[in-house]
């Protein structure tokens, strides 16, 4: 199967629970819903050229009785490689023939009143990748599977990056590496010299505003603006390091070099709300869970963000041509098997000081639901490997020297320069 994990995007979702990337999850309980009209569709990104030769349509009650399957080389033009006005909805396995990197399901007549739903949309066949994009891990990760044990309840098992501001610039070392000016603004945190020509060797060699000394790692995310003005997170801000699977002590530290992006400049609102990384939306005073950037806050107060990134890495590549498919969410608080290899789940939690009359408010990638971050992990390898044992394996809520209030008597990961002892 090709489809396993791949992003999905859709025409509309019936509500909050029934999100695309259900049809990919693996998991037969989940399902993805639409609107109750017509035309719907739900679409696959393979990855690469894939050759397609059978398609597995597993409905819920509420089928398509018309459907096409259509594929596409770039998500705009597309070619149908079955059709039906006569579907009866159940499993339906269905052998074609075509190829293209997209392939999605477009409904369009209704089996019932509601909307169409998929539990799983499974694609079989091959994906030719292309040969640029791809950073290998040294060594590679192989011979993996997803741990389902479950350790003792550990309520927390985390710790955080506190880091600070550096600069804002119009570069992106993942995206447009080596293209300075080629981005749009972004607001950098960590790593003091995090610039287009950015590699973990320049990183490495950098200055940091974290706490930790040995975290080098840069991070930045799309500027947020007033109008003309450019408003930035003041002091340090957090970010957390958790687990994102159920056996925190399965987790293991980022391999040097490994790089991603976190969400998407072009989401929708639906697809921002409804994305696994999703937490609470933006939130001030007392207004939370906006899709969007809220048009009034109460003055003095701070607008805040919380998102959360994938946390199960395939072991193979550090990064990938669309700087995502390395990485993918747990499912069901497992990873998949074809991502087994389970990494700490960065937590970006951002507060900037603007509110009052929101009206202007807006990111440099656009409406609020456009929010997304990088990360390029530059850290120490001992500093880091100390904190996810101690904290995150261990099963603390620690602060970034690695050290629980709740439980002083573990110790810390660091001493009191943030350093190793």
């Known amino acids: 199967m090709i489809s396993q994990s791949r992003p999905v995007v859709a025409s509309s979702i019936e509500n909050a629970q029934t999100p695309a990337g259900a049809v990919v999850d693996g998991d037969p309980t989940t399902r993805w819903a639409s609107a109750w009209s017509d035309p719907q569709w739900i679409q696959i990104d393979l990855g690469g050229t894939a050759t397609i030769n059978q398609v597995e349509l597993d409905w819920e009650a509420a089928y398509a009785s018309g459907f096409q399957l259509q594929v596409s080389p770039d998500a705009t033009n597309w070619t149908s490689i079955f059709s039906t006005s006569t579907g009866t909805g159940g499993v339906q396995t269905l052998a074609v023939t075509g190829s293209g990197r997209y392939i999605r399901m477009y409904g369009t007549t209704r089996g019932t009143g509601y909307g169409y739903s998929l539990y799983e949309f499974k694609v079989y066949g091959s994906v030719t990748l292309g040969t640029t994009g791809y950073v290998l891990a040294n060594p590679q990760v192989t011979g993996v599977t997803p741990s389902t044990y479950v350790p003792p309840n550990a309520y927390f098992h985390e710790f955080q990056a506190n880091c600070s501001v550096t600069r804002d610039l119009p570069d992106d070392p993942i995206v447009h590496p080596g293209l300075p000016g080629d981005s749009h603004m972004h607001t950098f945190l960590g790593n003091t010299t995090t610039d287009a020509n950015s590699t973990l060797a320049s990183l490495s060699a950098g200055g940091t505003s974290c706490k930790a000394p040995g975290d080098k790692s840069g991070y930045w995310m799309p500027t947020l603006y007033n109008g003309t003005q450019a408003v930035d997170p003041v002091g340090p801000q957090v970010i957390y390091y958790k687990t994102g699977v159920i056996d925190y002590t399965s987790v293991r530290p980022f391999p040097p070099g490994l790089r991603f992006v ?5 989401a929708t609102a639906t697809q921002f709300s409804t994305d696994p990384g999703w937490v609470a939306g933006w939130e001030c005073g007392n207004s939370y869970g906006n899709v969007d950037i809220p048009p009034t806050c109460t003055p003095g107060t701070l607008l805040n963000i919380r998102y959360q990134a994938p946390s199960c890495w395939n072991g193979l590549y550090l990064d990938t041509p669309d700087h995502k ?9 497992v990873c998949p098997a074809d991502h087994p290899v389970a990494l700490p789940m960065i937590e970006f939690k951002m507060s900037f000081p603007v509110s009052g009359d929101m009206s ?62």
């Open 262 to 266: 976190v969400g998407s400049p072009a």
């Open 325 to 333: 498919s390395h990485m993918a969410y747990p499912i069901n608080g």
């Open 360 to 421: 202007q408010v807006h990111l440099s990638s656009g409406r609020g639901y456009s929010f997304h971050y990088d990360f390029f992990n530059a850290w120490d390898t001992a500093t880091q490997a100390a904190l996810v044992n101690h904290c995150v394996v261990g099963g603390l809520q620690c602060d970034a020297r690695g050290f629980d209030q709740t439980q002083p008597g573990k110790g810390a990961a660091l001493n009191d320069q943030y350093l190793l002892p």
